[in-house]
């Protein structure tokens, strides 16, 4: 029987996700001696911590520095999951000290930094310590976040005027992601790896004083002067960035700019705004489909039978080249259908 002190004790309720199933499980059998700690999920994949965030209530997340046989993911997913849950503590497992990793780590919201090496029954007063505000590292990782400290310079500007601050490499990752692209496809462009770009990137907000890739697209969006712009907010007849384009209503630019958002090529998402997003293009795209809908009724009024057949006929091998482009660049296909009537 539990003593009156772990009844009246508040229960700790917690996600695990090592680098294997074994491994997660061995870890929730260590938490296990403390009646105050509860393992509600046990995994060994992003994906299926993330899965468990959004089922049920956890208050601390005990993730490993490395998931999904890539280093350095477990901080990553640790800020998705704090984008999904802000409540949520998270305890980077790590097998090393690093310093740049121990950077990673407290960047990405680790309240705790438990190494490897430390006894498992020390992992039971790491979660307590870290779910009652308190941070949970070793010594010589909190000397290496406060050397990063003193020897930072202090940048943010909380505004446009930070862009002064940006190196021409810095530019050219913000031209780049404002055009669509994910991490992996800015290195691929840059020639650079794409730890570098999400290195390039926590400086890029630190210096403009933004958290995510939603401010920095605002930002550079209301700051952009390569070209001129009109009063509708285009360069030489387009949107000045994905941005633009998808507040001025395209749903295809929504729809991109969600997938964008969503990404996470080793650098932060935001699955919040992407979602917002993909409700938005999805309201966007059904009015839009009702007012296409009425066009053709009204249009088919003032066609001959000969006229439609020959739009569909055109329609068709339309559709079947943007397929065949789509897919010789890597972008999803568009939908295949049969056949296209002009009358629905």
Same mark, same amino acid.
Request: hydrophobic share 40%; proline share 5%.
């Given at each position: 029987?539990?003593?009156?002190?772990?009844?009246?004790?508040?229960?700790?309720?917690?996600?695990?996700?090592?680098?294997?199933?074994?491994?997660?499980?061995?870890?929730?059998?260590?938490?296990?001696?403390?009646?105050?700690?509860?393992?509600?999920?046990?995994?060994?994949?992003?994906?299926?911590?993330?899965?468990?965030?959004?089922?049920?209530?956890?208050?601390?997340?005990?993730?490993?520095?490395?998931?999904?046989?890539?280093?350095?993911?477990?901080?990553?997913?640790?800020?998705?999951?704090?984008?999904?849950? @802000?409540?949520?503590?998270?305890?980077?497992?790590?097998?090393?000290?690093?310093?740049?990793?121990?950077?990673?780590?407290?960047?990405?919201?680790?309240?705790?930094?438990?190494?490897?090496?430390?006894?498992?029954?020390?992992?039971?007063?790491?979660?307590?310590?870290?779910?009652?505000?308190?941070?949970?590292?070793?010594?010589?990782?909190?000397?290496?976040?406060?050397?990063?400290?003193?020897?930072?310079?202090?940048?943010?500007?909380?505004?446009?005027?930070?862009?002064?601050?940006?190196?021409?490499?810095?530019?050219?990752?913000?031209?780049?992601?404002?055009?669509?692209?994910? $991490?992996?496809?800015?290195?691929?462009?840059?020639?650079?790896?794409?730890?570098?770009?999400?290195?390039?990137?926590?400086?890029?907000?630190?210096?403009?004083?933004?958290?995510?890739?939603?401010?920095?697209?605002?930002?550079?969006?209301?700051?952009?002067?390569?070209?001129?712009?009109?009063?509708?907010?285009?360069? $030489?007849?387009? @949107?000045?960035?994905?941005?633009?384009?998808?507040?001025?209503?395209?749903?295809?630019?929504?729809?991109?700019?969600?997938?964008?958002?969503?990404?996470?090529?080793?650098?932060?998402?935001?699955?919040?705004?992407?979602?917002?997003?993909?409700?938005?293009?999805?309201?966007?795209?059904?009015?839009?489909?009702?007012?296409?809908?009425?066009?053709?009724?009204?249009?088919?009024?003032?066609?001959?039978?000969?006229?439609?057949?020959?739009?569909?006929?055109?329609?068709?091998?339309?559709?079947?080249?943007?397929?065949?482009?789509?897919?010789?660049?890597?972008?999803?296909?568009?939908?295949?259908?049969?056949?296209?009537?002009?009358?629905?």
């Amino acid at each position: 029987m539990p003593s009156r002190q772990e009844q009246s004790s508040e229960v700790v309720t917690i996600a695990v996700a090592d680098t294997t199933h074994i491994h997660s499980q061995l870890l929730a059998e260590a938490m296990r001696s403390d009646r105050g700690l509860q393992v509600v999920a046990s995994v060994s994949g992003s994906a299926d911590l993330l899965a468990a965030v959004a089922r049920v209530p956890i208050d601390v997340a005990v993730i490993s520095h490395s998931l999904d046989d890539d280093p350095g993911r477990g901080p990553d997913v640790l800020r998705e999951m704090r984008a999904l849950r @802000p409540h949520i503590k998270g305890v980077i497992l790590l097998n090393s000290s690093l310093p740049e990793d121990v950077l990673d780590c407290f960047r990405a919201g680790a309240k705790g930094i438990f190494s490897k090496h430390e006894p498992l029954e020390s992992l039971c007063k790491c979660i307590r310590t870290v779910h009652q505000g308190q941070i949970w590292a070793r010594s010589v990782d909190l000397d290496h976040a406060l050397d990063a400290l003193a020897n930072s310079p202090v940048v943010r500007a909380t505004n446009h005027k930070g862009m002064d601050l940006l190196s021409a490499r810095e530019r050219q990752v913000i031209e780049a992601l404002a055009s669509g692209k994910t $991490n992996r496809e800015i290195a691929d462009s840059l020639g650079l790896s794409p730890h570098t770009v999400k290195n390039y990137l926590f400086r890029i907000f630190d210096k403009i004083g933004v958290s995510n890739r939603t401010e920095l697209l605002y930002l550079t969006m209301n700051n952009s002067h390569s070209e001129p712009e009109n009063s509708a907010g285009k360069t $030489n007849g387009r @949107p000045s960035t994905l941005l633009a384009a998808a507040e001025a209503g395209l749903p295809a630019a929504q729809f991109q700019l969600a997938e964008l958002l969503i990404q996470n090529d080793h650098g932060p998402s935001d699955p919040v705004s992407a979602y917002m997003w993909y409700l938005i293009a999805e309201t966007t795209a059904a009015s839009l489909g009702k007012r296409i809908h009425e066009r053709k009724q009204s249009l088919t009024q003032t066609m001959s039978p000969q006229d439609l057949v020959e739009a569909q006929r055109r329609a068709a091998d339309r559709l079947k080249n943007l397929r065949e482009q789509s897919t010789s660049v890597g972008v999803r296909p568009m939908p295949n259908k049969k056949t296209l009537t002009g009358v629905s």
